[in-house]
């Protein structure tokens, strides 16, 4: 599902290199997020919070329990080198997204996007103003100084979500999503301070623990949410790189942001999607 904000948006960026996702996340200091980590042994959803990477600890959904709160959470171990080192990572909230890729040695490139300038400035990161020469698409050559990366001037902000494969689990294993009635959900399960951690299931995939504001209520799923940015050949040149685009105005995707986890109900069915000779529409992830 797609909504439309018309509005120029300019998306910033802050770029650093050879330098560690300990310390990325320390001088990012975007405060609490959702981080999603890749290693050559799995993929794992965590919690950044007071500068910590935490996930559930093994008593989090114990006895069948779909919803945890953070008071059981264990710290998520960074380990430099083996097969448990994260080689991607995105961590990411409302302002702001930090991604950060491994290259050599426990070291990679950080960049964070915001449309607050001033969250792209750390100390000691290179900060893109308008205007300045851009070669995102070329990698650095050893020995060349690292450059800056412009920012982008967007037309148009779409703003975005993917369904998460998975039905939020209720007490004692049941994949029927009333879990708000649960009497396993704390108090303060509907509150917007939350956080809470909620376990999906899926038959094809087993189970996916991810960090939501607030307990899914009947027959809602998580999103995760987005923000497209919509730029145009003229806009993209005038960005840095003009002699490298033409300028006919065509409009396209530039950059796609995370911004959180949200718990929603499906799309709803509309009276021409109840008949029978009409398909099923597809899922809004394909669309």
């Given at each position: 599902m797609t909504t439309h904000t018309a509005a120029i948006i300019t998306l910033h960026?802050?770029?650093?290199?050879?330098?560690?996702?300990?310390?990325?996340?320390?001088?990012?200091?975007?405060?609490?997020?959702v981080a999603l980590l890749a290693s050559a042994r799995k993929y794992t959803v965590a919690r950044l919070s007071g500068g910590r990477l935490t996930m559930p600890g093994s008593?989090?959904?114990?006895?069948?329990?779909?919803?945890?709160?953070?008071?059981?959470?264990?710290e998520l171990p960074l380990p430099t080198s083996g097969p448990a080192a994260v080689f991607e990572a995105r961590i990411f909230n409302r302002d702001a997204e930090l991604r950060w890729l491994h290259e050599r040695d426990g070291l990679g490139t950080a960049v964070l996007l915001s449309e607050s300038p001033a969250l792209c400035q750390p100390p000691g990161w290179l900060f893109g103003e308008?205007?300045?020469?851009?070669?995102?698409?070329?990698?650095?050559?050893?020995?060349?100084?690292?450059?800056?990366?412009?920012?982008?001037?967007?037309?148009?902000?779409?703003?975005?979500?993917?369904?998460?494969?998975?039905?939020?689990?209720?007490?004692?294993?049941?994949?029927?999503?009333?879990?708000?009635?649960?009497s396993d959900v704390p108090r303060n399960a509907d509150a917007t301070g939350g956080p809470l951690w909620v376990r999906l299931a899926e038959a094809r995939i087993g189970l996916l623990d991810v960090p939501v504001p607030r307990a899914p209520r009947e027959d809602e799923c998580v999103f995760l949410e987005t923000i497209e940015y919509v730029t145009t050949d003229e806009h993209a040149a005038t960005d840095g790189n003009a002699t490298a685009r033409p300028r006919h105005g065509n409009a396209y995707v530039a950059e796609e942001r995370l911004v959180g986890l949200a718990s929603a109900l499906p799309s709803e069915r509309s009276e021409a999607d109840d008949d029978p000779q009409r398909p099923d529409p597809l899922p809004e992830v394909t669309r």
């Amino acid at each position: 599902m797609t909504t439309h904000t018309a509005a120029i948006i300019t998306l910033h960026t802050g770029r650093s290199t050879k330098i560690s996702l300990p310390d990325a996340i320390r001088q990012a200091n975007i405060g609490d997020a959702v981080a999603l980590l890749a290693s050559a042994r799995k993929y794992t959803v965590a919690r950044l919070s007071g500068g910590r990477l935490t996930m559930p600890g093994s008593r989090s959904f114990a006895d069948g329990a779909g919803v945890a709160g953070t008071s059981t959470e264990r710290e998520l171990p960074l380990p430099t080198s083996g097969p448990a080192a994260v080689f991607e990572a995105r961590i990411f909230n409302r302002d702001a997204e930090l991604r950060w890729l491994h290259e050599r040695d426990g070291l990679g490139t950080a960049v964070l996007l915001s449309e607050s300038p001033a969250l792209c400035q750390p100390p000691g990161w290179l900060f893109g103003e308008p205007g300045e020469p851009d070669e995102p698409d070329e990698p650095d050559e050893p020995g060349e100084p690292d450059r800056p990366v412009a920012p982008l001037t967007a037309i148009d902000r779409i703003n975005n979500k993917y369904l998460l494969w998975g039905r939020p689990l209720r007490p004692n294993g049941s994949q029927n999503p009333n879990t708000s009635q649960a009497s396993d959900v704390p108090r303060n399960a509907d509150a917007t301070g939350g956080p809470l951690w909620v376990r999906l299931a899926e038959a094809r995939i087993g189970l996916l623990d991810v960090p939501v504001p607030r307990a899914p209520r009947e027959d809602e799923c998580v999103f995760l949410e987005t923000i497209e940015y919509v730029t145009t050949d003229e806009h993209a040149a005038t960005d840095g790189n003009a002699t490298a685009r033409p300028r006919h105005g065509n409009a396209y995707v530039a950059e796609e942001r995370l911004v959180g986890l949200a718990s929603a109900l499906p799309s709803e069915r509309s009276e021409a999607d109840d008949d029978p000779q009409r398909p099923d529409p597809l899922p809004e992830v394909t669309r």
